[in-house]
């Protein structure tokens, strides 16, 4: 197993490089290693966390084949064969930033039980969240919210999209800017995903709960 020794602007820079081949081979080369190596890491910490098992997921972007991918990540599930149909982990990043996500996206056949179990602990969840981390509704896009500029009313439409919507997702966690000096400091980022999964295990735990609710 790679160490993960930091993270440098070169890194960032992959995202820049034009044509899927180039930006896979760099992305290969020089990230995927490190993102592997953070959530291998973090591996035992979770399963110990969760009480479930965590396999390592590193994204392949294998059905690309035009656009080169502007995001990458790894993935802590409790499957190996697969993530995303469950509740999981990604550590990850885009060319402005790095995330550290708790994650329900549009696979996960639970998204509407879960959505239903948020909705019970609408005003928990939302105090329990500290106003800092952010809110997304597409893996896809780079954009979020912070929880603390989410209105009660905001957060419920949220949550209602998630329950109604096909393709609708709901991610939280943390987004470090690239220029960030606690991304080249290994062990202190480390420390802040900790830091971050402990956080969030509290979502995990309620997807957990929609997920046995009709077993």
């Given at each position: 197993?790679?160490?993960?020794?930091?993270?440098?602007?070169?890194?960032?820079?992959?995202?820049?490089?034009?044509?899927?081949?180039?930006?896979?081979?760099?992305?290969?080369?020089?990230?995927?290693?490190?993102?592997?190596?953070?959530?291998?890491?973090?591996?035992?910490?979770?399963?110990?966390?969760?009480?479930?098992?965590?396999?390592?997921?590193?994204?392949?972007?294998?059905?690309?084949?035009?656009?080169?991918?502007n995001d990458?990540?790894?993935?802590?599930?409790?499957?190996k064969r697969?993530?995303?149909?469950?509740?999981?982990?990604?550590?990850?990043?885009?060319?402005?930033?790095?995330?550290?996500?708790?994650?329900?996206?549009?696979?996960?056949?639970?998204?509407?039980?879960?959505?239903?179990?948020?909705?019970?602990?609408?005003?928990?969840?939302?105090?329990?969240?500290?106003?800092?981390?952010?809110?997304?509704?597409?893996?896809?896009?780079?954009?979020?919210?912070?929880?603390?500029?989410?209105?009660?009313?905001?957060?419920?439409?949220?949550?209602?999209?998630?329950?109604?919507?096909?393709?609708?997702?709901?991610?939280?966690?943390?987004?470090?800017?690239?220029?960030?000096?606690?991304?080249?400091?290994?062990?202190?980022?480390?420390?802040?995903?900790?830091?971050?999964?402990?956080?969030?295990?509290?979502?995990?735990?309620?997807?957990?709960?929609?997920?046995?609710?009709?077993?």
């Amino acid at each position: 197993m790679s160490q993960f020794n930091g993270f440098s602007q070169q890194d960032f820079d992959v995202f820049s490089i034009p044509g899927l081949e180039n930006r896979m081979e760099a992305l290969k080369t020089n990230v995927s290693p490190k993102l592997e190596a953070i959530a291998e890491h973090l591996a035992p910490i979770v399963t110990a966390k969760t009480g479930d098992e965590m396999f390592v997921h590193v994204a392949k972007h294998a059905r690309r084949t035009t656009n080169p991918p502007n995001d990458t990540w790894a993935a802590l599930a409790s499957e190996k064969r697969g993530y995303k149909k469950l509740p999981h982990f990604q550590i990850g990043m885009w060319e402005t930033h790095v995330f550290i996500w708790f994650a329900v996206i549009y696979e996960s056949p639970i998204k509407e039980r879960f959505a239903q179990t948020l909705h019970q602990h609408l005003n928990e969840v939302k105090s329990h969240v500290p106003s800092h981390y952010v809110w997304s509704k597409d893996h896809t896009k780079a954009a979020s919210i912070p929880n603390g500029d989410l209105s009660q009313e905001e957060f419920k439409q949220l949550v209602n999209r998630l329950e109604n919507v096909k393709k609708a997702e709901l991610l939280c966690g943390v987004n470090l800017d690239r220029h960030d000096v606690l991304l080249e400091d290994p062990q202190a980022f480390l420390q802040k995903c900790e830091e971050t999964i402990n956080t969030l295990a509290y979502l995990y735990e309620l997807a957990k709960e929609a997920s046995h609710s009709d077993n």
